[in-house]
């Protein structure tokens, strides 16, 4: 090999001069281990983040659809104990009682809509979807807590914005790259007796 670069030299034919240096370069750099552990974290980490936020990301989706699902069940005690038709709940009462319970984590504004139904028995229960084609929310959500002995329903939607991009297409079942938060709550009335006149 040496030889036959020595003649190449005496040729002076062009480029294998340049090809000498750039071997001798690169046995060089193949040599020097500085930066490695730079490079490496450099490949490393943006998967690493990635993973981590999206992680974080599933874990607060989860909290928020426990923390409405705590709200609902706390709710829908008022309607089941007859409190509810006592004090003449409207639908803004209902809204105001489950956003006492989850307004740490959720936003009770326009993201959050709710669907009361009253029904005779636990066989006849059919509930309409609660996104239209478009991923939007329905319009023909009723407020019905019923009297004493009735099948009641009650349906609580969340709009969950998702953050991350990376997630979103995974996670995102609404318009607007949001995610459905569904709570629900199935319940026969109590006995009011006299609370309810």
């Known amino acids: 090999m040496k030889q036959l670069i020595e003649c190449a030299r005496s040729m002076r034919a062009p480029g294998i001069g340049n090809l000498f240096r750039l071997t001798k370069s690169s046995r060089r750099l193949r040599k020097d281990k500085r930066g490695v552990a ?38 829908a005690r008022d309607i089941r104990t007859g409190q509810a038709q006592a004090a003449n709940f409207t639908q803004q009462d209902f809204r105001n009682a489950i956003c006492d319970e989850v307004g740490f984590m959720l936003n009770c504004g326009s993201s959050m809509e709710f669907d009361v139904r009253t029904f005779d028995g636990f066989g006849n229960v059919q509930m309409p979807p609660p ?67």
């Open 131 to 197: 996104l239209n084609a478009q991923g939007e929310f329905q319009t023909n959500y009723v407020f019905d807590p019923g009297q004493e002995g009735d099948v009641v329903v009650v349906r609580v939607f969340y709009s969950y914005p998702v953050m991350l991009p990376i997630i979103g297409s995974g996670m995102a079942n609404m318009s607007g790259n949001n995610r459905l938060l569904v709570a629900t709550a199935v319940f026969r009335n109590e006995p009011f007796g006299d609370l309810v006149q």
């Open 38 to 75: 730079s490079l490496e974290f450099a490949i490393v980490a943006t998967p690493f983040f990635a993973l981590l936020f999206a992680l974080i990301e599933t874990m607060l989706v989860f909290f928020a659809t426990f923390t409405l699902e705590n709200g609902v069940s706390e709710a």
